[in-house]
């Protein structure tokens, strides 16, 4: 079966330091990978995803993550957070071979302090 | 990226009324869509997979006859949440996901339900 794993309830990380919010992923074979960030009370928003090619992917506002296939993980990165950061953040993956829904981690909520 | 919109945005209802939320595709159209609920400091849960002019399919566990999905469209789903409870209080996100590989989503800006 397919599962996501976010090992961390929250992450917090002083304004301009480095930030990783940590993925790992079960799936059967080679799966598309996203993350998507969630403001108080909004829906989702993309910021990147990994289909194929080059393992780093870089997306919306600043933030990249890497797809380590040996490792099973897909962890959010950015060089340096800012407050307007703060959110949750959701890691999702489809199995190629599926046509169904994303399959979400449990969150990790980023609280970016000044 | 593409525009999902979602109305209304917050809703307070009686209980035993209902209440329906309608979820739009703005600028593409989608054969698929889905339904999900989130409760305070959860993850979203799938309710229910819906094809345009098909009946919806319903995750295990969902009432299929208090939460009505109407997929009129390929721009356009409602759900109508039926004689309404307060533990039906929940945040409700729609999904459009497109056709062809990499099959991707869009979401809706949520709902926010509060039976009182």
Same mark, same amino acid.
């Not at chain 1, 959701?90 to 994303?102: E, I, M, P």
């Not at chain 2, 590989?101 to 509060?114: A, D, H, K, V």
């Given at each position: 079966? *397919? ?8 992450? #917090?990380?002083?304004?301009? +330091?480095?930030? @990783? ?8 074979? #080679? ?6 960030? *969630? ?5 989702? *928003? ?5 289909? @194929?090619?080059? +393992? ?11 797809? +380590? ?29 599926? *046509?169904? +829904? ?5 969150? @990790? ?6 | ?16 009324? %209902? ?23 959860? %993850? ?32 356009? %789903? ?11 209080? %929940?945040? =409700? ?9 990499? =099959?991707?989503? =869009? ?10």
């Amino acid at each position: 079966a *397919q599962s996501v794993a976010q090992p961390e309830d929250q992450v #917090n990380v002083a304004e301009g +330091n480095p930030l @990783t919010v940590k993925c790992t992923y079960s799936v059967s074979g #080679n799966p598309y990978l996203f993350w998507y960030v *969630q403001y108080p009370n909004r829906g989702l *928003q993309f910021l990147l995803k990994y289909i @194929t090619g080059d +393992n780093l992917v870089k997306g919306s506002y600043g933030f990249e993550a890497e797809f +380590n296939k040996s490792q099973t993980s897909f962890h959010l990165k950015k060089p340096s957070a800012l407050v307007s950061d703060s959110a949750l953040y959701f890691c999702a993956v489809r199995d190629r071979g599926s *046509q169904g +829904n994303l399959i979400f981690g449990k969150g @990790t909520k980023l609280s970016v302090k000044p | 990226g593409a525009v999902v919109s979602q109305h209304p945005s917050r809703v307070i209802c009686k209980s035993g009324t %209902s209440v329906k939320i309608e979820c739009r595709s703005l600028d593409f159209q989608a054969t698929t869509m889905f339904w999900y609920r989130q409760f305070p400091k959860q %993850s979203l849960m799938l309710m229910a997979t819906s094809n345009e002019g098909s009946k919806a399919t319903y995750e295990q566990g969902v009432e299929k006859d208090k939460f009505l999905i109407n997929h009129a469209s390929l721009t356009l %789903s409602t759900l109508t949440v039926t004689s309404a409870h307060p533990e039906d209080s %929940s945040f =409700y996100i729609c999904s459009f996901r497109t056709s062809g590989i990499p =099959y991707e989503q =869009y979401f809706g800006p949520g709902t926010r339900l509060t039976v009182t």
